[in-house]
C-alpha cells in the first residue's frame, strides 16, 4: 500500500504537468497562489492540488498563538506539504485554512485589504521601489507597470537556469535572446495576475490571456518549477 508521503509526493508530480498545461489552469492556480505568497512554489502547487479555495493557511501552532486564537473544526483534515529535515529526511507537515478553523472568542478573522484612499501613496511607493511607472492613473495599471520593471530587472539568473534545463521540453530550440522574451512576458504577466487578485482586482481586465500564449511551453518538470518559483519569489 502507498504510503501518505509517497501519495503526497505523487499528487505533487502530477499536479505539476497540470498547472501550465494552458492559460486557463495556470490562472487558476495563480489565483489561489495569491493567497499563498508566504509560501514556497512547491507549497503553493501542493496547495492548489489539495485546497483550492484556501485563503490563509497556517499550522496548527500558528492558530493556537494567542494573537489568533484559533482552533480547528473536529474532523478537519490538513493540507499536506513536504518538509525536508537537516538530517536529509522528507516528513508531511500539514497547513490548516482559516475556514478549518473557529475563534474561542468570536473574534472575526479578517484579511489585510487596500483601500481606495491609499492608490496615490502605494502607487509612489512602487515607484520609489521598483523604478518609473509609466501608467499611473489607477493602481491597477501601476501595478502591471510594476512588475514589467520587476521582470526586467530580476530575471537573468532565471534565464541561465532556464537554459540548462530546457532539454526536453517545448522550449528547447529556443536561443538565450527569445528565452529570455519567453519567460519576460510569462513571469510579468504571472507576477502581475498574482498581486492584482490578492488585491481584490479582477486582474483578468489588466492581464489578457494572450499574455499567458506561450505557457504551455514549459511542460517539463524543471521548467515549470524555475517558471514557478521565479513567479513566486517575485511577487
Known amino acids: 500500500m502507498q504510503s501518505k508521503y509517497d501519495s503526497i ?114 502607487i509612489e511607493a512602487l515607484e520609489n521601489r521598483f523604478g518609473e511607472i509609466k501608467e499611473k492613473g489607477e493602481l491597477a495599471t501601476a501595478i502591471v507597470c510594476a512588475c514589467e520593471n520587476i521582470g526586467q530587472d530580476n530575471l537573468t539568473d532565471y534565464v541561465q537556469e532556464m537554459m540548462n534545463f530546457k532539454d526536453g521540453s517545448y522550449l528547447d530550440d529556443l536561443d538565450e535572446d527569445n528565452m529570455r522574451s519567453r519567460l519576460y512576458y510569462t513571469v510579468s504577466a504571472s507576477v502581475a495576475y498574482s498581486v492584482l487578485t490578492r488585491l481584490g482586482i479582477d486582474a483578468d481586465k489588466y492581464v489578457e490571456e494572450e499574455d499567458f500564449s506561450w505557457i504551455h511551453e514549459f511542460n517539463t518538470p524543471e521548467t515549470v518549477d524555475i517558471l514557478g518559483t521565479a513567479t513566486s519569489d517575485m511577487a
Open 9 to 122: 509526493v505523487e499528487l505533487y508530480k502530477q499536479h505539476l504537468k497540470k498547472i501550465t498545461a494552458d492559460a486557463v489552469t495556470w490562472k487558476s492556480f495563480l489565483r489561489s497562489a495569491a493567497y499563498q505568497y508566504k509560501y514556497s512554489f512547491k507549497d503553493q502547487v501542493l496547495i492548489h492540488a489539495q485546497r483550492p479555495n484556501a485563503i490563509a493557511c497556517a499550522d496548527y501552532d500558528t492558530w493556537h498563538l494567542p494573537s489568533l486564537n484559533r482552533r480547528l473544526h473536529r474532523g478537519t483534515k490538513g493540507i499536506a506539504l513536504i518538509r525536508r529535515e537537516k538530517d536529509g529526511r522528507s516528513r508531511l507537515h500539514y497547513v490548516y485554512d482559516v475556514k478549518d478553523t473557529y475563534s474561542l472568542n468570536d473574534t472575526p478573522f479578517n484579511l489585510w485589504q487596500v483601500k481606495d484612499e491609499q492608490s496615490d501613496e502605494l
